[in-house]
Nanobody
Framework: LQLVESGGGLVQPGGSLRLSCEAS????????VAWFRQAPGKEREGVSC????????NYADSVGSRFTISRDNGKNTVFLQVNNLKPEDTAVYYC??????????????????????????WGQGTQVTVSS
């Protein structure tokens, strides 16, 4: 499975972006997907996840209701709508995926906390910069 993120950019505080994670190389509907972010000098943080068929979503407390994750399995794409952006949201945003067929199936159930070690496939990241 290959993942490619897009949609990042420079935005003013209070602005919005829609990040995309496009998958190829496998049956995307068999994968749970999560978004992570990493700011300079900080640890990677799981911000949101969605189960393989979209029935379960979760979010980090730090993003609250400002972020919305969704997926279109017909287009092999997961989206992260990010609203009311704050300077502290500045980071590289990565999507990651895990198959529902892994032996430890709980990894693919979109639980919190959203842990990087649960995900096997990673994209290259897209930069989000929030600044006036």
């Amino acid at each position: 499975l290959q993942l490619v993120e897009s949609g990042g950019g420079l935005v003013q505080p209070g602005g919005s972006l829609r990040l995309s994670c496009e998958a190829s190389g496998a049956a995307f509907h068999d994968y749970a997907v999560a978004w992570f972010r990493q700011a300079p000098g900080k640890e990677r943080e799981g911000v949101s996840c969605i189960s393989a068929h979209g029935g379960t979503t979760n979010y980090a407390d730090s993003v609250g209701s400002r972020f919305t994750i969704s997926r279109d399995n017909g287009k092999n794409t997961v989206f992260l709508q990010v609203n009311n952006l704050k300077p502290e949201d500045t980071a590289v945003y990565y999507c990651a995926a895990v198959s529902i067929f892994v032996p430890d199936t709980i990894r693919a159930t979109c639980n919190t906390p959203i842990r990087g070690r649960d995900y096997d496939y990673w994209g290259q990241g897209t930069q989000v910069t929030v600044s006036s």
